[in-house]
Every structure is written in C-alpha cells, then in structure tokens.
C-alpha cells in the first residue's frame, strides 16, 4: 500500500492531459495539442551551441549544489538590470525547473498545519506541493469580473494566526492576468503587515503583452524584498523547458536550507543545462522580446475568434500563453450521445469530437472554464477553434 503522503497527492493534470494528447497524436490522430504549457518555439542556437561547447569542455561533473557560481551571477545581473532589484549570489540557488524552486521553498517555510493562500484558478502544481510539506491550501477565489486578480479585502478576510505565506503568481497560469504595481503594494502590504511570506511565482514576467509593465513583488519596498522568496527559470522565456533549470532568489537564510534540503534531493541540477541557462540569462535578449511579439499575435487572434462562439466568455490575458474562457453555458447539454455536465466533460469531448486537447478548469480549481495554450502556430489556433466551435454548435441543452 502506498505511503500517506502519496496517496493525498492527486497526479498534475497538465503533464497528464499533454501525455495522452501526445499519445494520441503518435497512434496518428490529428491532435491539435493546446493543452501544454510549454512555448513550441526552439531553444535558440547560441544557448545550444553553449551546451555543446560545455560537453566539449568536460563539463559534466558534479557542480556546486545550489549551481555554478557564475550562473548565480548571472542572474543576480540580469535582475538587477531588468527589474532592479539587487541579490547576491548567495541569496540565489539554481534548481531543476522552478517547479522544484516553488517545493523547496515551501519546505524552507512550512510548518505542518501552516496555512498558505493560494488564490484561485491555481497552477496545478501549487496545492498538491503545499499539501506535499504539510501544509494546509486556503484559497483565495479570484474572479473574471475582477479580471481574476486579489480583491484586498478578501485576502485580508482570510489571514489567520496560522498563515504562513501566500504564493502569488504573477503573470497568471491559467488566467493571463498580471498585477499593476499599486495593486500589487496593496495585497502585499497586507501581507508584511501580518508577517506573511510571499512566493512570488514570476516564472512568465517576461512573456506580457501592450507593453505592460510587469513588476517584480521583491522590487516594490524594503519590507517586501525581506519576506519574498522570487522565482523564475528559464523554461518559458528562452523556450528551454525540457533543460529543467529553474532558481529562487530570497533571503540568504531561507536559501541556504533550500540549499541543503537540494543536496541530499538531487544534487545540482544538470551541469549541461546550467551552461546553457548562463547564455540564456547573460547573452542576446532578442529571441525573448521576439517570442513574446509572436505570443501577442496569437492572443489577439485567439480571443477574438473565441468571442465569436456563442455563449463562451473569455477576458483578455495580458501576460503568460493561455487563456481561460469560462465555456459554463455548454454544461448540461448533450449531442444527442454524451451528456457534459463538467469542464473534464467538456475537455473531454473536445479532445475526442474537435480532436483538439484542452485543460478543464476543475485542475486549476475552476469549474467553469476551460484552459487553451496559445504557444501553437496561428494555423493550429484558427484550425483549433473552427473545430471548437463546430462540436459545440453540435450540443443542445437537455
Ligand atoms: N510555475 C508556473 C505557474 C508554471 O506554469 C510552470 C510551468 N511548468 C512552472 C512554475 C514550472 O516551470 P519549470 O519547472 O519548467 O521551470
Ligand atoms: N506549466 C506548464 C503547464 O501549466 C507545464 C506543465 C506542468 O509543469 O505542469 O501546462
């Protein structure tokens, strides 16, 4: 029999949804994968050629557990220079992605029964990682009326004695919803004020569109920069999900016990991968400005498109590649064979009528609505949801 701390855990629903859509795409099947949260351009050539030169050079040993020396730098150099915020390589520990950069943490921070809020549409990842270091989820619900972003004085509603941090993420996996910079020092004045910790999730800061302008939570006051632990990677900005780096930047404390919860867990992250994550972070910045042109395009072509199926609701995202239409007044209809009562209903019959793979809301804590990747070509999302909105054009209400 499994352990009790597995059993609690539910599996991810995005790695499972993009698992079977792949799957189904090898038998042959005409998938259209917008399920995936992962950018479909390539690792550009210079951080590759990177990775190949440090193959070349021998450099696939053990390195220092929390990453080389001079990636941390690299980073530090690149916050300071973008977001103007100021770490010391010792304030920063390089992990494998930044999914592993959130757990360790979270285990650097809870107590068991400690309460994190974590407002909702979640990431996938976040309550089952919470609840992984015995922790207790409290959700922060976040509404599309509110364009899905913290109303202050629900979150203030919802700090106990026993709240220990929230976990922010800023741009928005699921939602594309980003925090201007009054409204970030709002909720998270609220937060210093009951001396809570802040995870700040800014794994897609770069990915924003309008020329928003994104802030990093540790940037804001002195009282934020000590209570926030800052995470960020390479995946989506350098379209380098597969090399599995990630890092966190926080106070020195917080990160030296994440530091040795890593050694005894993975050692360092891949020696390879963190050569080519220091060309990412230190050489040409253009590939990072160009995907996000390209990811601007296609919501806009996304959104107005889906707006044109009866009954779907849809806010615009201003950051991150997905988007999140509430499709609830498909609920309770049938075509005459299969009943959709749900968003995994729904996603469901999309995949399997519309051949096109999707999230159900229910993974993210929001019933309502269904998640669509956008890091797909425009031909795919045109394609996507012609065959979208013919399958629901098929469903009448019972
Ligand atoms: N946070 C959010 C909100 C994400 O969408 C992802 C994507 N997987 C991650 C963290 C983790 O990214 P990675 O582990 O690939 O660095
Ligand atoms: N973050 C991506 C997503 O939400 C990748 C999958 C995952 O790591 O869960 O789809």
Known sequence: MLSKLIS???????????????????????????????????????????????????QTRYTQADGIPELKTAIAQRLKKDDKVDYQPNQIIVSPGAKASIFLALAAIVN??????????????????????GGNPIYL??????????DPPA????????????????????????????????????????????VADEIYSKIVFDGFKFV??????QQIYDRTITIDGVSKAYAMTGWRIGYAAGPQ??????????????????????YAALEAFSGDQRNVAAFTEKFQERRDVLHGELLRIPGIRCTKPKGTFYIFPDISEYFDTSDGQRTIRNSIDLADYL?????????????????????????????????AVRQIGTALGALGKM
């Open 8 to 58: 609690n855990i539910n599996p991810s629903v995005t790695l499972g949804i993009s698992a079977k859509a792949k799957s189904l795409k090898k038998q042959g099947k005409p998938i259209i994968n917008l399920s995936v949260g992962e950018p479909d351009f390539n690792t550009p050539e210079n951080i590759k050629t990177k990775a190949k030169d440090a193959i070349e050079a021998n």
């Open 112 to 133: 068991p029964g400690d309460e994190i809020i974590i407002p909702t549409p979640f990431w996938v990842s976040y309550p089952e990682q919470v609840k992984l270091v």
């Open 141 to 150: 619900k976040t509404t599309p009326e509110r364009h899905f972003l913290i």
């Open 155 to 198: 979150l203030q509603s919802l700090i106990s004695p026993r709240t220990r941090a929230i976990l922010l993420n800023n741009p928005c996996n699921p939602t594309g919803a980003a925090y201007d910079i009054e409204h970030l020092m709002e909720i998270l004045n609220i937060c210093t004020r009951h001396n809570l910790y802040i």
């Open 216 to 221: 990093r939570c540790a940037g804001l006051s």
């Open 253 to 274: 404390e917080i990160i030296a016990g994440m530091k040795s919860f890593q050694e005894h867990l993975t050692s360092n992250p891949c020696s390879i991968a963190q």
């Open 351 to 383: 995949l399997d009528t519309a051949q096109v793979a999707t999230v159900p809301g229910d993974g993210f804590g929001a019933e309502r609505f269904l998640r669509l990747s956008f890091a797909a070509s425009l031909e795919n999302l045109n394609a």
